[in-house]
């Protein structure tokens, strides 16, 4: 059964960074793609960014030039670095597993497997 766990959430100032982390098991994750989705309260999930098993990368136009998607094939993990964050960046963060697919994707109909979710928390 492949897992998904969140790290790395808190509470920021506006201007600041955090890097979230997801640590994969039971599954073969270096031929997952990944991505990072976030919702706020009272909104949709929506997507943050994500990469393919070969490294390619797709980011959302809120974050691009700000956050930056990577990952660790050793350690079964992916992460999130968020840079010059924004009051608007607060959300609950879920990192996901595509186990099918070879491209990065922004629909969260594409992937098989979710984590419980990390809370961020930016302050104006």
């Known amino acids: 059964q492949v897992q998904l766990v969140e790290s790395g959430g808190g509470l920021v100032q506006a201007g600041g960074s955090l890097r979230l982390s997801c640590a994969v098991s039971?599954?073969?994750?270096?031929?997952?793609?990944m991505g990072w989705f976030r919702q706020a309260p009272g909104k949709d999930r929506e997507f943050v960014a994500a990469?393919?098993?070969?490294?390619?990368?797709l980011y959302a136009d809120t974050v691009k030039g700000r956050f930056t998607i990577s990952r660790d094939n050793a350690k079964n993990t992916v992460y999130l670095q968020m840079n010059s964050l924004r009051p608007e960046d607060t959300a609950v963060y879920y990192c996901?597993?595509?186990?099918?697919?070879?491209?990065?994707?922004?629909?969260?109909?594409?992937?098989?497997?979710w984590g419980q979710g990390t809370q961020v928390t930016v302050s104006s």
């Open positions: 996901a597993a595509d186990s099918k697919g070879t491209l990065p994707k922004s629909r969260t109909y594409g992937y098989d497997y």
């Open positions: 039971g599954g073969t994750f270096r031929s997952y793609t």
């Open positions: 990469i393919s098993w070969n490294t390619g990368y």
